[in-house]
């Protein structure tokens, strides 16, 4: 079965950090990039931050600076988004998503899955 979850949401200041964790799970299954998508009002779903297996990361120009992306393969494929100061146009539903490929199965395709998302609220 594969999970995806996140957590670590919840009401932060302005100019506050928070930590989101996302926590990829599938048997069967090895987990290539991992990514973290915001919602935030008034704006189309972006991608904010992703890393690869290798560690590689990219981030949206509207958080480079501000938030570092960050992942423990050791630990179930977690992966951690540490926010700081937080503006008040950060808030929103964060998601994570996984890409997926069976382990023995060269020619499957590779799926994103992704969490139910975290909200993140910022008071001012």
């Known amino acids: 079965q594969v999970q995806v979850v996140e957590s670590g949401g919840g009401l932060v200041q302005a100019g506050g950090s928070l930590r989101l964790t996302c926590v990829a799970s599938?048997?069967?299954?090895?987990?290539?990039?991992m990514n973290w998508h915001r919602q935030v009002a008034g704006k189309p779903r972006e991608l904010a931050a992703s890393?690869?297996?290798?560690?590689?990361?990219?981030y949206s120009e509207s958080v480079k600076g501000r938030f570092t992306i960050s992942r423990d393969n050791s630990k179930n494929n977690t992966v951690y988004l540490q926010m700081i100061n937080v503006k008040p146009e950060d808030a929103g539903v964060y998601y994570c998503?996984?890409?997926?490929?069976?382990?023995?199965?060269?020619?499957?395709?590779?799926?994103?899955?992704w969490g139910q998302g975290t909200q993140v609220t910022v008071s001012s």
């Open positions: 890393i690869t297996s290798g560690g590689n990361t990219n």
């Open positions: 998503s996984a890409h997926f490929k069976q382990i023995g199965r060269p020619t499957s395709p590779t799926i994103d899955y």
């Open positions: 599938g048997s069967g299954y090895s987990i290539n990039a």
